[in-house]
Structure formats: structure tokens, C-alpha cells
Antibody, heavy 119, light 106 residues
């Protein structure tokens, strides 16, 4: 059974940093692309970042380029999102999600972790 | 960037009725279009991928159609558990979500 468990969320002030992690199990982690999707309170889904199975290719939405870094530790089955220079508009629930193949959508999702950026 | 526009924003229907949701892409996404369902407090759940393929465990009352720029999700007969917000997502050029259609009980 595929399981994705996010951790690392919390309350931070504008300009501070936070690192999200996602522990994956139930599948061969290194074989699949992974991503982060966020949802601001009361709003829709927004894709944030994605990474290939090997970790060699990374992708970001424009609003987080230069501030967020996605990475993965395949031996440890961990996906990470380093978030720097956080802004109020980054406040959202962040979901870790697994693709099921090249150019496939996100077939599996974690339950999400809340990030609040506020002074 | 591919922009996905969903309509209507809200659909008010009764159990047993047929629901038809639309998703229009600003550029062709071929068949790289998926649909998700999200209920309050829950993570999204994949319903349809490749425009018309049901994901594992999804009931047959859910069907997807379309290609290129115009897509639809049909729920043939609404069950009480089907009410929630539905999102389309393209995977042809990067990743983009539509703004969602809320299906509410009339």
C-alpha cells in the first residue's frame, strides 16, 4: 500500500525558512516522479514543484523559483522541500504526491501539512 | 503556460441526477488531462487520467471524455458521497490545475 506522510510544517514569520519532508513507503521510490501541491485556505489546488525519479530534473512554479528547492533521498525514501524567504502568500496546506509514470498525474497523495507564514 | 478553465463554478444538483463538468485548456494538452475529487478536510483523490481512464477503485458512474482543449467529467447518477469539489489537471506541458467546480446538494 502506497503511503506518503508529510512532516515539518508549522508557523513561521515572513522571511524565515522551513523544510518539509515526505516519507514514502509501499513502492519503489526511486522509480517515480514526485511533487508538491499546495492549497491556500479556502482556495484551489496549486502545483508547486516536481522532481524526477533520479532527482536529476527539478521543476518549479514561477512564484517559488529561487526560494524553494525540491530534493529527494532515494535510499531513505524521502522527498524534501526547502522553503526559504517565506511570504504570507505561501501560507497553505502542502501535499506530497506521487506520479505513476512519465507525464502521468498524481495518483497518490499524502494528507498534507500546514504551513503558516505570519508575523 | 497552459491555463485550464473549469465551468461551471458551482453545480447544484440532487442525488440521482446527472452531473456534467467542463474543463477547457488554453492550448492543446492532447489526452494528458486528469480529474480529481476533493472533499472537505481530505486530500484530493484521482478519478480519471488520460482524459478517459478511471483510476483504480473509481466507480463506473464516473466517466471522462475529450481531447485537445475541451474535456468533460460526467457523473451519471449522483450519490450522496459524490458531493465535493472537482479539479482538472493537465500534464502535457508542466503541471496545471483548473480552479475547481463545486458540486453541491440542491
Amino acid at each position: 500500500e502506497v503511503q506518503l506522510l508529510e512532516s515539518g510544517g508549522g508557523l513561521v514569520q515572513p522571511g524565515e525558512s522551513l523544510r518539509l519532508s515526505c516519507a514514502a513507503s509501499g513502492f519503489t521510490f526511486s522509480s517515480y516522479g514526485m511533487g508538491w501541491v499546495r492549497q491556500a485556505p479556502g482556495k484551489g489546488l496549486e502545483w508547486v514543484s516536481a522532481i524526477s525519479g533520479s532527482g536529476a530534473s527539478t521543476f518549479y512554479t514561477d512564484s517559488v523559483k529561487g526560494r524553494f528547492t525540491i530534493s529527494r533521498d532515494n535510499p531513505k525514501n524521502m522527498l524534501n522541500l526547502q522553503m526559504n524567504s517565506l511570504r504570507a502568500e505561501d501560507t497553505a496546506k502542502y501535499y506530497c504526491a506521487k506520479e505513476s509514470g512519465f507525464m502521468e498525474p498524481f495518483h497518490y497523495w499524502g494528507q498534507g501539512i500546514l504551513v503558516t507564514v505570519s508575523s | 503556460e497552459v491555463v485550464l478553465t473549469q465551468s461551471p463554478a458551482t453545480l447544484s444538483l440532487s442525488p440521482g441526477e446527472r452531473a456534467t463538468l467542463s474543463c477547457r485548456a488554453s492550448h492543446s494538452v492532447s489526452s494528458y488531462l486528469a480529474w480529481y475529487q476533493q472533499k472537505p478536510g481530505q486530500a484530493p483523490r484521482l478519478l480519471i487520467y488520460g482524459a478517459s481512464n478511471r483510476a483504480t477503485g473509481i466507480p463506473a458512474r464516473f466517466s471522462g471524455s475529450g481531447s485537445g482543449t475541451d474535456f468533460s467529467l460526467t457523473i451519471s447518477s449522483l450519490e450522496p458521497e459524490d458531493f465535493g469539489v472537482y479539479y482538472c489537471q493537465q500534464r502535457s506541458s508542466g503541471w496545471t490545475f483548473g480552479q475547481g467546480t463545486k458540486v453541491e446538494i440542491k
